[in-house]
């Protein structure tokens, strides 16, 4: 029965409010007060100096800009934070049970980061007012981790918000790739506008740091590397001294006993991912399903 169910129970604690809803009402709330101190204030500019990414911005000491500038968007383009709110709400969507809360923000944060580098590094030069701003970068990022955990499925999204079009997400992510690429090395390197008006260097950034998620921290499988030699026994030597890894047991029988350990794993599920469970825990959700279903 359903009730049976400890997170059926109106006693149960709820989930708490998923960490990309925190994000677009933050990119939205900031939106907002920028209309405001622009439209009421006559402050626009004071407000995007002080909060976006720039050159001039840094060289005063305003380092926080290398994070900020991803909750700015500009007033007069609602297409830029209306794509950038979609791209994180279906990927978000998509990417959180697998990475966790906590991982999930710190990589937006990183890939914020460091498309902010280059595009810092990019444009250090420039004596002319340039600033950055926009999630961009973030949502690039989660979109390459995507493309990488789903390479081939088929994602159906709206042409000019009209057509419909199914493409496999590795192909977006390449076209993506290709575009930005084109971009940084014949306009924004040359110091001239981009046609698209994209911030391609941090794009790239963006990508970057979603590709080396992906490649290096989703599992954990990363190490230093040191100098002194090592060296891999034969297969058949690891097999013989391999010592087996601990396991323990539950006993599925006593409702109370698979009751508590389904609330843990829910928990651990919640704060690092699915991706995080061990084949033991697998098993344990996957008995505990078929137990609760036959009450």
């Not at 402050?43 to 911005?57: H, I, Q, V, W």
């Amino acid at each position: 029965m359903l009730s049976d169910r400890s997170y059926m129970r109106e006693d149960y604690p709820r989930p708490k409010t998923s960490v990309v809803v925190w994000l677009i009402a933050a990119i939205i709330a900031t939106f907002l007060l920028q209309t405001i101190f622009l439209r009421w204030f006559g402050a626009g500019r004071e407000f995007t100096n002080f909060f976006a990414l720039s050159e001039s911005g840094l060289k005063s000491g305003k380092v926080w800009t290398l994070f900020t500038y991803a909750m700015l968007h500009s007033p007069a383009n609602l297409l830029h934070i209306v794509c950038n709110l979609l791209g994180l709400f279906f990927l978000g969507r998509e990417l959180l049970p697998m990475m966790g809360e906590r991982r999930f923000l710190g990589f937006f944060a990183s890939a914020v980061l460091a498309g902010g580098l280059l595009w810092t590094g990019t444009h250090w030069t420039e004596t002319g007012p340039s600033y950055l701003l926009g999630a961009s970068a973030g949502v690039i990022g989660l979109l390459v981790i995507f493309a990488c955990f789903y390479p081939n499925r088929q994602v159906t999204f709206l042409l000019f918000f009209i057509l419909p079009v199914s493409l496999k997400p590795k192909y977006v992510a390449f076209a993506l790739l290709g575009l930005d690429l084109c971009g940084y090395v014949f306009y924004e390197v040359m110091g001239a506008l981009s046609p698209f008006g994209f911030a391609h260097s941090a794009h790239l950034g963006g990508m970057l740091a979603g590709w080396l998620y992906y490649r290096y921290v989703h599992e954990g499988k990363w190490s230093l590397a040191t100098s002194t030699a090592s060296f891999e026994l034969p297969e058949w030597a690891r097999k013989k001294n391999r010592v087996p890894s601990p396991r323990y047991q539950v006993n599925l029988g006593n409702h109370t006993d698979l009751r508590a350990e389904v609330d843990r794993i829910l928990d651990k599920i919640n704060s690092q991912g699915f991706g995080a469970l061990t084949d033991d825990e697998k098993r344990v959700l996957d008995s505990a399903k078929d137990m609760l279903s036959r009450r």
